[in-house]
């Protein structure tokens, strides 16, 4: 079993930037990948941000591409995604994902986090 806690979401105003951090625990031994995925009201969960095991593999939606970046650090065990340039469309609930497979994320044997809330208004 793996668990993960999110952290860091919040209201900010368009133009400005948070960091979320998610916490896993349990049986990923620093080989998962981790992703970020979000909804928003009335619309179905999307990816955001992938990343490999090691950090050599990345990817991003288009709409996040230049404003957000997925890292990771495997000795703390968890995985960050830094927002820039916040719009108003990114409001959403922001969920951490881990897989086994890259390529498996978001997918039947995916665990997931609780999600964080982002809010970006002014």
């Known amino acids: 079993q793996v668990q993960l806690v999110e952290s860091g979401g919040g209201l900010v105003q368009p133009g400005g930037s948070l960091r979320l951090s998610c916490a896993a625990s349990?049986?990923?031994?620093?080989?998962?990948?981790m992703g970020w995925f979000r909804q928003a009201p009335g619309k179905e969960r999307e990816v955001v941000a992938t990343i490999n095991w090691n950090g050599g593999l990345t990817r991003y939606a288009d709409s996040v591409k230049g404003r957000f970046s997925i890292s990771r650090d495997n000795g703390k065990n968890t995985v960050y995604l830094q927002m820039n340039s916040l719009k108003p469309e990114d409001t959403a609930v922001y969920y951490c994902?881990?897989?086994?497979?890259?390529?498996?994320?978001?997918?039947?044997?995916?665990?997931w986090g609780q999600g964080t809330q982002v809010t970006v208004s002014s």
């Open positions: 994902a881990a897989d086994a497979t890259y390529y498996g994320l978001g997918k039947e044997h995916t665990y």
């Open positions: 349990g049986r990923t031994g620093g080989t998962y990948a």
